[in-house]
């Protein structure tokens, strides 16, 4: 008799899990299967809203799994003393399951538990689940990776798609084994994360992810080309937490997709929206393979720019403070809700680098914290993207002017008064630029520029030519 264990981290899920379903396929009569998870104090000593959602979606893991009678077990602490725990407690342990990570901390992580394992004289068996195609699967012909999304997405589109990796719930109930009472130090670091947690995400977890891309699939995807850039609409899936957390799987999620756009022809809203998750394989493989561009510019020419040291302007595009309403309501929208819309992304983006001349790594930390959704690749991605510092960039020259943004994609101001209601009465004229108003019209909307409402930080034509001249040094 053996012990395999599987280690759960940002695959919280029972459907279509590839190192759970390999384990089941592979344990004999006589073995037994252990589900782990590791709690790593690198890892939750910063409490930010990513983790909060996180751990509420681990949560709706461990209950699921309870009420299957699939028990969780936790160890604590660093990795070689976590991993001792399992070691000490399952000295029948043979193998360790888990789908591997390929970038960033994750892969540090991964690759130090496995030379650990392996000196233990533990078998280890990964796996690549995160994403559809994984960094290696989609390269030029000489073996190089990508830099232009256009080329890349054309083999993308062509590649073999990897199947569903169904996990048979009945077959893992003849295996499972409940050893919680051998790991109560693990079970007491859990139980402090819940200690820890808000109560402010309800819709976290594996059973809301799927019935959200049901819906969304549904009802919403054939218009998601026309309505994905409306932030006041219901025009995106806003499932990208669920894919963040691996509540849902990306697999599951383009099979869905796949089906829709077979059955319903020329509908541009489906191939848009799979067009998006070749997106995120396409950064995910970028950052693989260029793993500084976590902290240096992609493009080399631009990695010594003179940016903005100003930390009281950064902190005002923080608090949603600039006087450019559309920007202000995006960034109140992302410290209430954890999320914000992937065209205001964009904008507070450019606004922060071209308009505020602010390092893009600034921008990208503080969403690092904020987003529950976050994900490094495409958040590095994004950013250099908008700064035109990254791999098949905006060229630094187009500028988003957050007026006409405003005035393109939420005409009257709908979003802008879900989240700034101080300018609930400022008419749609003045919306987008309420410091245009005169001292009656302020008085008559309840709303002065300077008390109310910020007068604009900076002025976007000239900002707009510093930023020029930025880049062409």
């Known amino acids: 008799m053996a012990t395999f264990a599987v280690w759960f981290r940002k695959d919280l899920r029972l459907h279509d899990h590839t190192a759970l379903k390999q384990a089941i396929d592979q344990a004999t009569e006589d073995d037994r299967i252990l589900l782990l998870f590791h709690v790593n104090p690198d890892l939750n000593d910063s409490f930010s809203p990513r983790y909060d959602y996180y751990y509420h979606t681990l949560k709706q893991f461990v209950d699921t799994c309870v009420q299957k009678e699939f028990p969780v077990h936790f160890i604590a602490g660093k990795t070689e003393s976590a991993w001792n725990q399992l070691i000490d407690t399952c000295n029948d342990l043979k193998r360790v399951y888990f789908n591997y990570d390929e970038v960033g901390f994750g892969q540090e992580r991964d690759d130090q538990v496995i030379r650990y394992l392996k000196k233990k004289d533990i078998d280890v068996c990964t796996f690549l689940d995160h994403h559809i195609h994984h960094a290696s699967d989609i390269l030029k012909q000489d073996n190089s990776p990508y830099k232009v999304f256009s080329a890349y997405f054309k ?43 808000t109560d402010k995400w309800r819709y976290a977890g594996e059973k809301q992810g799927l019935r959200r891309a049901e819906n969304f699939v549904d009802r919403r995807m054939k218009e998601y080309d026309k309505k994905r850039d409306i932030p006041s609409a219901k025009g995106t899936s806003m499932l990208s937490p669920y894919l963040r957390t691996g509540a849902l799987s990306c697999r599951t999620l383009y099979q869905m997709s796949l089906e829709k756009l077979h ?66 309501a995006a960034m109140k929208q992302v410290r209430k809700i954890g999320w914000m819309h992937n065209r205001l992304r964009m904008i507070t983006a450019s606004f922060l680098t071209k308009d505020l001349l602010i390092d893009w790594r600034e921008g990208e930390k503080y969403f690092s914290e904020m987003l529950i959704d976050y994900d490094e690749a495409s958040n590095i991605g994004g950013w250099q993207w908008a700064s035109s510092t990254g791999t098949d960039a905006v060229p630094y020259f187009r500028i988003f002017n957050p007026v006409r943004q405003s005035e393109r994609f939420d005409p009257d101001g709908d979003f802008i008064k879900k989240y700034l209601p101080e300018l609930k009465d400022v008419p749609s004229n003045f919306i987008h630029t309420p410091e245009k108003m005169t001292t009656e019209q302020q008085q008559q909307y309840n709303c002065v520029i300077g008390k109310d409402y910020p007068k604009p930080i900076v002025e976007h034509k000239t900002q707009r030519e510093r930023a020029l001249e930025l880049f062409k040094q």
């Open 155 to 197: 083999q993308w589109q062509q590649a073999e798609k990897p199947q569903i990796q169904k996990v048979d719930e009945d077959k893992l109930m003849q295996y499972v084994i409940d050893r919680r009472d051998d790991f109560k130090k693990g079970q007491a670091a859990y139980e402090e994360l819940l200690d820890k947690m």
């Open 263 to 328: 059955s319903h022809k020329g509908t541009a809203g489906y191939e848009t929206f799979i067009q998006e998750l070749a997106w995120r394989d396409f950064y995910h493989m970028i950052y693989h393979f260029y793993p500084e561009t976590k902290d240096k510019a992609f493009l080399p020419k631009y990695r010594d720019l003179e940016w903005n040291q100003d930390k009281a302007i950064l902190e005002k595009w923080k608090n949603g403070e600039t006087g450019f309403p559309i920007v202000d």
